[in-house]
């Protein structure tokens, strides 16, 4: 009996501790990333104080959050710098060694491969894309026979069938709803497609010729007007985080904006507001609508666990004006070298906010360098995901940034950079080492412009003391290109810059294509 009373005493324990409340469980963010494009790091007054363009609304969200002053793209350019914040993994170990996508390109991420959104909607989350996607998607053709035209004009979608259902979609890599159109805004078909389906046949040829305003000659949807794609995409934006903010389950959010990449359309009550240049104006619209997006959040009562990041895909672009503004005194790469398409520092180094009023510290910054590929393993660490050794090879958490009074010893070990002809860089700590003789892009010099003959094979930059890539210090500094050259060419074997197995890099036509300086 008295063994049968202990026995009893110790399951009423049990149930009595089982029954207990236990420690309040760390709710999951909402995680909303809004990805400008061919945005500047000069382009945003809290990262430029002395830039020409009014930003109050972006200035708000950084004073809200936090900055990161050393922020970069995986890419110089539009695809791969999108494959790297999705995939957590450098563009350059896809198919795609070089430069974008087009409007009719077919799907550039195999649905097998681990995406920041099949992380967190494994983890509970609700996902959706809005905007521009440019990692391709497979159009149903007439013939059922995959597409091979890669061209601009009209006469190159004549193989698309219009009234069928698109494949390989944001729908297959994770995102429970996606919205939006395949190529840039200048690139045709100009065409909707919601889950897959196209949401109007195109029933006009449609071309824009303006200076700034410019697209290419293309199919166009009765829907698709190209001045309101970027107001649309916002609008749309909104009333998802509205109905969500209804919902008990976390979500994700990819704004993708098209904007301000040409055509430039500022809607009539915003040209000439800036006083500077259509590309001025065009920006401060979009300031306003991510001001409209912050003050959805806070009247939905969802502001103090959702985090924002706000971000570019490269630098500004040349086809933007950036002369015109320059000579304003407006420098839309702040002081640093070069434009999108360039391995220097203004082709990649972007502005990067993060506003999380649950962790951090309002109107603080990080100097540390960070990379967009990072986003995917901050997303898996915040949805309590542990990746595996073949996701996020190339991505580190942001997390533990978010807390401004944590020291981080060493964030991440290097990062490396890509230009649109394939030219690498990487950079460790204040020195960069770019392994080629000039821009890799579109400022001088240029691939293949004479100029390029009589400079050496790489350049060395010490950031800390010349920002502005001026002053090539490779020549006394052997010892520092040997390192960096071993450590980027043990990145690219390896097929992963983070800790863990080694991975296979993708291959072309069976091979993978060895680069030149990897021993």
């Given at each position: 009996?008295?063994?049968?009373?202990?026995?009893?005493?110790?399951?009423?324990?049990?149930?009595?501790?089982?029954?207990?409340?236990?420690?309040?469980?760390?709710?999951?963010?909402?995680?909303?990333?809004?990805?400008?494009?061919?945005?500047?790091?000069?382009?945003?007054?809290?990262?430029?104080?002395?830039?020409?363009?009014?930003?109050?609304?972006?200035?708000?969200?950084?004073?809200?959050?936090?900055?990161?002053?050393?922020?970069?793209?995986?890419?110089?350019?539009?695809?791969?710098?999108?494959?790297?914040?999705?995939?957590?993994?450098?563009?350059?170990?896809?198919?795609?060694?070089?430069?974008?996508?087009?409007?009719?390109?077919?799907?550039?991420?195999?649905?097998?491969?681990?995406?920041?959104?099949?992380?967190?909607?494994?983890?509970?989350?609700?996902?959706?894309?809005?905007?521009?996607?440019?990692?391709?998607?497979?159009?149903?053709?007439?013939?059922?026979?995959?597409?091979?035209?890669?061209?601009?004009?009209?006469?190159?979608?004549?193989?698309?069938?219009?009234?069928?259902?698109?494949?390989?979609?944001?729908?297959?890599?994770?995102?429970?709803?996606?919205?939006?159109?395949?190529?840039?805004?200048?690139?045709?078909?100009?065409v909707y497609v919601e889950n897959g389906q196209i949401t109007a046949i195109p029933d006009t040829v449609t071309v824009n010729k303006g200076k700034y305003s410019w697209w290419r000659e293309g199919p166009t949807s009765p829907d698709f007007d190209h001045e309101k794609v970027t107001p649309n995409f916002f609008e749309r934006s909104i009333a998802y985080i509205q109905e969500q903010a209804k919902e008990e389950k976390p979500f994700f959010l990819y704004l993708a904006l098209?904007?301000?990449?040409?055509?430039?359309?500022?809607?009539?009550?915003?040209?000439?507001?800036?006083?500077?240049?259509?590309?001025?104006?065009?920006?401060?619209?979009?300031?306003?609508?991510?001001?409209?997006?912050?003050?959805?959040?806070?009247?939905?009562?969802?502001?103090?666990?959702?985090?924002?990041?706000?971000?570019?895909?490269?630098?500004?672009?040349?086809?933007?004006?950036?002369?015109?503004?320059?000579?304003?005194?407006?420098?839309?790469?702040?002081?640093?070298?070069?434009?999108?398409?360039?391995?220097?520092?203004?082709?990649?180094?972007?502005?990067?906010?993060?506003?999380?009023?649950?962790?951090?510290?309002?109107?603080?910054?990080?100097?540390?360098?960070?990379?967009?590929?990072?986003?995917?393993?901050?997303?898996?660490?915040?949805?309590?995901?542990?990746?595996?050794?073949?996701?996020?090879?190339?991505?580190?958490?942001?997390?533990?940034?978010?807390?401004?009074?944590?020291?981080?010893?060493?964030?991440?070990?290097?990062?490396?950079?890509?230009?649109?002809?394939?030219?690498?860089?990487?950079?460790?700590?204040?020195?960069?080492?770019?392994?080629?003789?000039?821009?890799?892009?579109?400022?001088?010099?240029?691939?293949?412009?004479?100029?390029?003959?009589?400079?050496?094979?790489?350049?060395?930059?010490?950031?800390?003391?010349?920002?502005?890539?001026?002053?090539?210090?490779?020549?006394?500094?052997?010892?520092?290109?040997?390192?960096?050259?071993?450590?980027?060419?043990?990145?690219?074997?390896?097929?992963?810059?983070?800790?863990?197995?080694?991975?296979?890099?993708?291959?072309?036509?069976?091979?993978?294509?060895?680069?030149?300086?990897?021993?």
């Amino acid at each position: 009996m008295k063994h049968l009373l202990q026995l009893l005493a110790l399951v009423l324990t049990f149930q009595l501790y089982s029954c207990s409340p236990k420690e309040p469980q760390v709710k999951q963010p909402n995680i909303i990333v809004i990805l400008a494009d061919d945005l500047g790091y000069g382009d945003v007054k809290a990262f430029n104080p002395e830039g020409k363009i009014a930003t109050p609304f972006l200035d708000q969200l950084a004073s809200e959050g936090m900055i990161f002053t050393d922020a970069h793209t995986p890419s110089a350019v539009c695809t791969p710098t999108r494959y790297g914040f999705m995939t957590g993994r450098y563009n350059w170990r896809s198919t795609l060694k070089s430069g974008v996508l087009t409007g009719n390109s077919k799907a550039l991420i195999p649905d097998s491969r681990s995406t920041m959104a099949s992380v967190l909607k494994a983890q509970g989350y609700s996902t959706a894309f809005i905007g521009k996607w440019h990692l391709g998607w497979d159009w149903a053709t007439l013939d059922g026979d995959p597409l091979t035209a890669e061209g601009w004009g009209p006469h190159d979608f004549d193989q698309i069938d219009f009234t069928k259902p698109v494949t390989h979609t944001p729908n297959d890599l994770g995102f429970d709803y996606a919205y939006g159109h395949n190529g840039s805004l200048d690139m045709a078909p100009y065409v909707y497609v919601e889950n897959g389906q196209i949401t109007a046949i195109p029933d006009t040829v449609t071309v824009n010729k303006g200076k700034y305003s410019w697209w290419r000659e293309g199919p166009t949807s009765p829907d698709f007007d190209h001045e309101k794609v970027t107001p649309n995409f916002f609008e749309r934006s909104i009333a998802y985080i509205q109905e969500q903010a209804k919902e008990e389950k976390p979500f994700f959010l990819y704004l993708a904006l098209p904007s301000p990449h040409t055509p430039i359309l500022p809607p009539a009550e915003w040209q000439g507001k800036s006083g500077l240049a259509p590309y001025a104006d065009f920006m401060m619209m979009i300031d306003e609508y991510v001001g409209q997006l912050n003050e959805a959040i806070k009247k939905a009562g969802i502001e103090e666990n959702t985090l924002i990041v706000f971000t570019s895909d490269n630098g500004g672009s040349p086809a933007a004006g950036l002369d015109v503004m320059q000579e304003a005194g407006h420098f839309s790469s702040y002081i640093y070298r070069g434009h999108k398409a360039d391995i220097f520092e203004g082709g990649h180094r972007v502005p990067f906010i993060a506003k999380w009023p649950a962790k951090i510290q309002k109107g603080t910054s990080r100097s540390e360098t960070i990379c967009l590929t990072d986003l995917m393993a901050t997303g898996a660490e915040l949805s309590g995901y542990e990746l595996k050794d073949n996701e996020g090879e190339d991505s580190y958490s942001l997390v533990s940034l978010f807390d401004a009074n944590n020291k981080v010893a060493q964030f991440r070990e290097a990062t490396v950079s890509h230009s649109i002809n394939g030219s690498f860089a990487i950079r460790q700590g204040d020195w960069k080492l770019i392994m080629a003789k000039g821009s890799g892009g579109w400022s001088f010099p240029k691939p293949g412009d004479p100029s390029e003959a009589e400079l050496p094979d790489v350049q060395l930059y010490n950031l800390a003391s010349d920002p502005g890539e001026t002053n090539n210090i490779y020549a006394e500094n052997g010892d520092k290109v040997a390192s960096l050259k071993a450590l980027l060419s043990k990145y690219i074997k390896e097929g992963r810059s983070t800790p863990g197995a080694p991975q296979s890099n993708d291959q072309i036509d069976g091979e993978w294509k060895q680069i030149g300086f990897v021993e």
